[in-house]
């Protein structure tokens, strides 16, 4: 039997190889691959959190940006999954010797990995790599592209708080132009069928965002008012080059959420922020730390469960108990 054949079959209802993002994936993949992180946060509650499903198997992490919670919890969810996990950092690899992505790609694919989760600093690099390996690729995030498992895990996060996903009203502030999440967010959120709005700057914020079917607000109190959720997006300065603010001060002033903006929205409204965090400038303590109302934490209990559920899913070592709600 060909190698492709023993570890990449489709499974039933999933339609692809690889999670290079959300763009193109059906609201039944989306919902099978909530339904499947479900069974997993289970799991994660457990004493006992390990299983075998994905025994024999071997996972690869390979970054080359930096990462805290991406990467740990594609080691965790490999690991509590049973496969054999290894990362890849490229600060001790031979890609600081010079050697190109697609020949580090292939050196990897050689050593027969059966799922390789891929974090690169360009939109696109996670795409052209996967077409050089035999086993199935997951985006952990490609330049200010895709997130597809950061914007699973918000979902999830949102679904198990509000119980559903639908006629939502979700706001992303801040940053858009560097921010994958946002992306991987929006073809999500519009998928199953919630309204985005989105606020930022005009500086941050491209003309093109109006064609991916959102309201696009500049000023924060009006953007606010009534939204379910309230998801703030870092200040990536480490992608800017040239001047996008007048200072941070001021960013925090008209853009920065704290309990006076927050009020704005809906009364039982959610904080939701991928992390990093720079507290003080897109958010404010007192609202990050909010154990009624901000889910950040959640969020990454959550981002573990998710990441199970796209290995189960990819290598088609599914479980039971994932019937679609
Ligand atoms: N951790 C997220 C990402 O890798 C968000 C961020 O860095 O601001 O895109």
Not at 7 to 15: A, E, H, I, K, M
Not at 98 to 117: H, I, K, Q, R, Y
Not at 150 to 162: E, N, P, V, Y
């Amino acid at each position: 039997m060909s190698r492709r054949l023993m570890t990449s079959p489709l499974p039933g209802r999933f339609g692809h190889k690889h999670l290079l993002g959300i763009e193109g994936l059906s609201p039944d993949e989306i919902t099978l691959l909530l339904n499947t992180a479900d069974a997993c946060v289970e799991q994660n509650r457990r004493v006992d959190k390990k299983q075998s499903h994905l025994r024999g198997l071997t996972q690869i992490n390979l970054f080359f940006e930096d990462s805290t919670r991406t990467r740990t919890s594609f080691e965790l969810a490999g690991k509590r999954l049973g496969a054999d996990v290894i990362n890849m950092s490229v600060q001790h690899s031979s890609i600081k010797k010079g050697e190109t992505l697609l020949d580090t790609a292939m050196t990897l694919n050689a050593m027969s990995p059966d799922v390789l989760v891929v974090r690169h600093p360009n939109s696109g690099a996670v795409q052209l790599l996967a077409q050089k390996v035999t086993g199935a690729v997951i985006n952990a995030g490609d330049g200010s592209h895709e997130h597809p498992t950061q914007a699973l895990l918000d979902a999830l996060t949102i679904r198990r708080r509000k119980g559903r996903l639908q006629g939502l009203l979700v706001a992303i502030c801040g940053d858009f132009l560097h921010s994958r999440v946002a992306r991987s967010n929006i073809y999500l959120l519009n998928a199953m069928g919630a309204r985005v709005r989105l606020i930022a700057p005009p500086t941050l914020l491209p003309r093109e965002a109006e064609r991916l079917g959102v309201e696009v607000f500049h000023d924060m109190r009006r953007g606010l008012a009534g939204c379910d959720i309230v998801m703030m997006l870092r200040l990536q300065q480490e992608r800017m080059q040239g001047a996008f603010l007048p200072s941070t001060r001021e960013y925090f002033h008209f853009y920065g959420l704290d309990a006076e903006k927050l009020a704005l929205a809906h009364p039982e409204a959610f904080i939701m922020h991928p992390g990093p965090m720079n507290r003080g400038v897109e958010i404010d303590s007192e609202v990050a730390d909010d154990i009624h109302r901000s889910l950040i934490a959640e969020q990454v209990e959550m981002g573990v469960a998710v990441r199970m559920a796209c290995l189960e899913i990819l290598t088609g070592r599914l479980r039971n108990d994932t019937g679609a709600r």
